[in-house]
């Protein structure tokens, strides 16, 4: 079931911040995360509703820059980048080797591949360079990070600097809806730090 979310902005802030929700790829701890979504000029008092689909799509794109269609993906799922008589084709394989991951298997002869998860149409997460005979995994936890960043871009990896910088994981676990409230910040040696909590919650 899809979680409706809320994100208010309840805080003092006076820079125009924006604010990053993504979900890290735990299968790779080394692999750096996708700005999923990018909040921009919601202004104090503001709200920005939004869902979060449990619903995941997989799509692969082949070294000649050719994509693959997004196809339906769910934990355990594992797909192969084959090449068919119509050329590389992302296919279903059946069951993966772990019940928790999606598991993309580049069975190309020749060429590196690289894989996505796509949430909302929007991308979650992505490993480059899968060559032959290898497979990117995906594993996500029912947990989302949030923070205030600058200049980032949707849809982009972000740098480690800016991952390390952000350090709020909230469970969406067993939540039908919930407001995110977004307290803190404000100009002057008083300010606090921004600080991101779960309201209202309804469970499912």
């Known amino acids: 079931m899809d979680i409706q979310l809320n994100f208010i902005n309840n805080s003092n802030d006076v820079n125009n911040s924006e604010i990053v929700i993504f979900q890290k790829n735990v299968a790779n ?46 934990t355990g799922d594992l797909f ?55 497979k990117a995994v995906f594993e996500f936890k029912p947990t989302i990070w949030i923070g205030v960043v600058s200049q980032i871009v949707q849809g982009e990896v972000m740098n480690s600097a800016i991952i390390s910088d952000i350090n709020t994981e909230l469970s969406l676990l067993g939540i039908a809806s919930a407001d995110i409230v977004m307290t803190g910040g404000g100009p002057g040696p008083n300010s606090t730090p921004f600080s991101f909590n779960l309201e209202n919650i309804v469970m499912a």
Do not use: H
């Not at 990018?38 to 799509?59: A, E, K, L, Q, W």
């Not at 692969?60 to 050719?66: E, I, L, T, V, Y």
């Not at 580049?106 to 480059?128: C, D």
């Open 29 to 74: 701890f080394d692999e750096l995360s996708v700005a999923w979504m990018v909040i921009r000029y919601c202004g104090v008092g503001d709200n920005y509703p939004f869902t979060f689909p449990m619903s995941m799509y997989v799509c692969a794109s082949d070294s000649w820059g050719n994509y693959s269609p997004q196809l339906a993906a769910k």
């Open 80 to 134: 192969s980048m084959a090449f068919t008589t119509s050329g590389d084709r992302l296919l279903p394989s059946g069951n993966g080797t772990s019940p928790k991951e999606v598991q993309v298997r580049n069975e190309l002869s020749k060429g590196a591949i690289n894989a996505s998860i796509y949430k909302s149409g929007k991308l979650l997460a992505t490993k480059t360079s899968i060559a032959p005979e290898q």
